[in-house]
Structure formats: C-alpha cells, structure tokens
C-alpha cells in the first residue's frame, strides 16, 4: 500500500486496537537505568530524568510516497496512526510542557537514523528516543507486536514521575487523539 498521506486518516476504516491487558503492570513500575539514543545526538536515561517525563511510543512512522512495511498495516489493530500521534505531540508541545511535562520523548525501535529524518521533516520541538536493541522494551516488558519479522513497541504514552511510571495511556485509539488525552490528565493531575 503507497503511503500518500499519513496524517489524513478516516479512523473509521482502521481497527481500533483492544485492550489485552500487556500494559496493566506498569504503572508504579521504576524505568531501569538504560540509555536510549535520541534524535538530538545526546544519550538519554529515562530513570534518570527529575520531575514529570511524558514518553508517547508507537510501532513506527511511515514516509510519504513510500511503501507500507507490509501490504496489510492498515488493517493490523493499533499500527496506523505513528505520524499523526507524534504530530499531534508536536501540536500540544507548548502546552504539555506548561501543564507540567518536565521533558516530552517519542519512542520507537526505529534507528535512530530513520528516527532523525522523521524529526526533521516533521519540524519536532522534542526528541525521539531508539529502542532498536528493545532494551527498555525487555526490560519493562512493553507491549509489542510481531510485523514483517520485526519486533515493534505497541502505541501507548508513559507519564514518568522522577523515574517511576505513574500513569499509563494503553490502547491509544485514535492515535491523534492521544496528546490531547495526556494534556487533559497532566492538567488533572499536577505533580
């Protein structure tokens, strides 16, 4: 399937992913002392990290005008959507970050090569962290699921206060919607 535009989606048509439980056991769970490559060239440590951390992770973008990873992706629940979750972080930026958001990341296990072209062209004001070597994703037990022989991380957004996971968005559907969802929470609940 050609990707001709990835952010102009009828949500409709897509499966909505269900709730299978895989993320129910990380709230209250502390991130472990792995260190992330991120899209601005610096080495991040999550648990390290002071004050409210939000991480939204997907399974991974598209590049207009190129081929889909499989024939299919529309159609795999919670798959469609990396582009216009991350745009939509992008959006509220300003925003997460008055109601609280110390720091804001994307995630994927993408390289962190392909990870900074997407940055780049989509103008990001906060960088994007790899899991290529899933070893937050092991470590924590992530939800992910199994395309083309890859092993990709499962949309959800992570609230992180002080390197311990206090709240969890998991399934996020529609995707676009998700930093709208964590703005809301961080505006109810401030640290």
Not at 40 to 51: A, M, P
Not at 110 to 122: G, K
Request: hydrophobic letters at 40%; charged letters at 20%; proline letters at 8%.
């Amino acid at each position: 399937m050609n990707q001709k535009n990835l952010l102009e989606v009828d949500w409709s048509k897509i499966p909505a992913p269900p709730d299978d439980g895989a993320a129910a056991h990380l709230v209250g769970m502390t991130i472990p002392p792995v260190d992330l490559v991120a899209t601005d060239d610096t080495s991040v440590t999550l648990s390290d990290l002071r004050g409210r951390t939000v991480v939204f992770a997907y399974p991974r973008t598209g590049e207009p005008g190129k081929i889909s990873l499989v024939d299919d992706w529309d159609m795999i629940p919670g798959a469609r959507g990396c582009t216009p979750q991350t745009c939509s972080f992008r959006d509220l930026f300003a925003e997460l970050k008055a109601a609280g958001a110390s720091q804001v990341f994307g995630l994927s296990t993408q390289s962190n090569d392909y990870q900074a072209e997407m940055a780049s062209r989509l103008h990001l004001p906060f960088a994007v962290l790899s899991d290529e070597k899933l070893q937050l994703a092991h470590a924590l037990n992530l939800p992910t699921m199994e395309v083309a022989g890859l092993t990709l991380v499962k949309r959800m957004a992570l609230v992180v206060d002080d390197g311990r996971i206090t709240h969890v968005f998991y399934p996020v559907f529609p995707p676009d919607r998700n930093a709208g969802d964590v703005l809301e929470w961080l505006k109810e609940n401030p640290v």
